[in-house]
């Protein structure tokens, strides 16, 4: 942990100031030490230059205990498969198939572009950025490219290991309770996190808190809520919807069958095949994803409630899969979407599984 970050850190559990006790240390770097907070007492750990700051008792400062109490222990149950997963899949997560995608040529730039647009949106250069849910550094990388300072974090102490390795800050702690003071960042992103969320509204009060005013959340990669369809198989659309279903699936499959014979040191992981034990905590961690198609995603009014009551305006919702805008689809893909969207009569963009976000905290 570098020692500027005790100026912009603070308890995660009451937001007080933190007074650091320094065991071991270099000339740029904390590598061991305790960070105490001043008001409640609380400790947390530095050790092997990260510091553990997730709290070991989220219900001690809640104003309804009865109430949060409930809402944590949920919460607990989905950020702790979240640990157990991500600390599993830590050294093979980059070459997972399910992330795979974001990791493509075309969605390095896609991210790329936007972290350099948004460190730059208000006038000025070289701000602050944070990370939630870091991971290996895959936006977090950007973060460190364009902004003077940037940090990451997860819950994942395996993943922020490796990213820490790659040079890039990092510390261990929990969305819904950030350890920093209010005010010190001028853009946070949060990449392919909110559906690891049990109760995803409740970040943006934490995001609003940290940010700026004027500063920008950058939100991405996560599956929509999209509105559940019964197309009749009987019916000429529905015959032709169900061919273009399944010509794309299995042009798709061709796709990567050639691509992993012709390629076999790149041949995606796939680590729930491989480690099968693991599946259930991986459907527990991917909470919001793995729900049944009529609950399954991020709901955008519920997304845009919890941004506009924590002084968020501004609210830029982008629609794409994988990465890819309607008009950047394969043509089949682009069919079967403008059937159902016809059949449906729900806007294509409402058919698209991934919903990013843009929004800027009120200036006032």
Known sequence: MR??????LACPLCLNSLQLEIYNQNEIEIIDGMLQCSNCKAKY?????IARMIPNDTLKYSEDFTLIKKINEKHQKIRDANIIYHDIAA???DEDEAVSVFQNKFNQERIEKIIKDLSRRDGNDNLFFLDIGC???????FGKKYFQYAIGMDVSLNMLKLTNTRGMEVIQADALFLPFKASTFDTVSIFSVLHHIY????????IGRVLKKGGFLYSDWDPQKRPLININKKESIGKLYYLLFFLYHSVSFLKNKFAKNTNKINKPLNLRENMPEIKEVYKLA???E???????????EIMK?????NGFIDIQPTFHWGGKLFNQLDLIQQVRLYLLSKYSGFPKERLMENIQVIACKREQ
């Open 290 to 300: 793995q729900k049944p198609m009529y609950e399954r995603g991020i709901d955008l």
């Open 286 to 288: 991917e909470f919001h």
């Open 305 to 309: 409630k919890g941004l506009i009551d």
């Open 3 to 8: 020692k500027c970050n005790i100026d912009i």
């Open 45 to 49: 750990l530095i050790k092997e230059k």
């Open 135 to 141: 991971g290996t550094g895959n936006v977090l990388k």
């Open 91 to 93: 050294n093979t997560y």
């Open 199 to 206: 109760d995803y509204s409740s970040i943006f009060m934490q």
